[in-house]
């Protein structure tokens, strides 16, 4: 192999000029103008988090909560999934699932809604995201006060719900139960899902 050869084969790949953050960092609106920035980018904390490819459980869990969130909802409410959330300047989150309270605005071109706009955040956890799901991003949610929040984990195929609420005066999630097989909870409304129906998507 040649010098010229060995030089090449260790350049690094450059990287495209938008993974650097500007003097003032990202904040929420440049997800919109970023070129070929990759679907479904969250920006957390001023920083640009990247997504892996979904597993099965993931999606079809996903789907079970969609449909019966949408069959659930009473009038004015609306379910979205993948949709990024304007919880602050540097905090814009994508939950998997999202309810929209009857005060939303409901717009075709919307890239995203602000916080005062959800009643309810979902998320599916998945092992790269880990923290992420359980930690951080619940955090985020309770500060800008999303009155629900359930985070779905995988057992052996088969999704748990972890349903919390916010307790307004600490802006913090307090647990309100554990569902395996049966969701019933009447809040945000009620919502009767038997979870074992994954297997059926």
Same mark, same amino acid.
């Given at each position: 192999?040649?010098?010229?050869? +060995?030089? =090449?084969?260790?350049?690094?790949?450059?990287?495209?000029?938008?993974?650097?953050? /500007?003097?003032?960092?990202?904040?929420?609106?440049?997800?919109?103008?970023?070129?070929?920035?990759?679907?479904?980018?969250?920006?957390?904390?001023?920083?640009?988090?990247?997504?892996?490819?979904? #597993?099965?459980?993931?999606?079809?869990?996903?789907? =079970?909560?969609?449909?019966?969130? #949408?069959?659930?909802? /009473? *009038?004015?409410?609306?379910?979205?999934?993948?949709?990024?959330?304007?919880?602050?300047?540097?905090?814009?989150?994508? /939950?998997?699932?999202?309810?929209?309270?009857?005060?939303?605005?409901?717009?075709?071109?919307?890239?995203?809604?602000?916080?005062?706009?959800?009643?309810?955040? +979902?998320? $599916?956890?998945?092992? *790269?995201?880990?923290? #992420?799901?359980? *930690?951080?991003?619940?955090?985020?949610?309770?500060?800008?006060?999303?009155?629900?929040?359930? #985070?779905?984990?995988?057992?052996?195929?088969?999704?748990? $719900?972890?349903?919390?609420? =916010?307790?307004?005066?600490?802006?913090?999630?307090?647990?309100?139960?554990?569902?395996?097989?049966?969701?019933?909870?009447?809040? /945000?409304?009620?919502?009767?899902?038997?979870?074992?129906?994954?297997?059926?998507?």
């Amino acid at each position: 192999m040649t010098a010229e050869a +060995v030089s =090449l084969t260790m350049t690094p790949p450059s990287l495209p000029d938008w993974v650097f953050p /500007p003097p003032r960092g990202f904040v929420a609106e440049d997800l919109d103008h970023i070129p070929d920035l990759p679907a479904h980018t969250q920006l957390i904390d001023g920083s640009l988090v990247f997504v892996s490819p979904q #597993r099965d459980f993931h999606t079809s869990a996903l789907f =079970l909560l969609a449909v019966g969130l #949408r069959a659930a909802a /009473p *009038e004015g409410h609306r379910v979205r999934r993948e949709m990024s959330v304007k919880l602050g300047p540097r905090q814009r989150p994508e /939950p998997d699932l999202i309810v929209l309270g009857p005060r939303a605005v409901i717009r075709p071109d919307a890239t995203f809604y602000d916080a005062a706009d959800v009643v309810l955040a +979902v998320e $599916v956890v998945s092992p *790269e995201s880990e923290e #992420r799901d359980r *930690e951080r991003k619940p955090a985020l949610y309770a500060e800008a006060g999303i009155p629900h929040f359930w #985070r779905v984990e995988n057992d052996s195929g088969q999704p748990v $719900v972890y349903v919390h609420e =916010l307790n307004p005066p600490t802006r913090s999630y307090v647990p309100t139960g554990i569902y395996h097989d049966h969701l019933k909870v009447p809040v /945000p409304f009620d919502v009767d899902l038997d979870l074992t129906e994954i297997d059926t998507f």
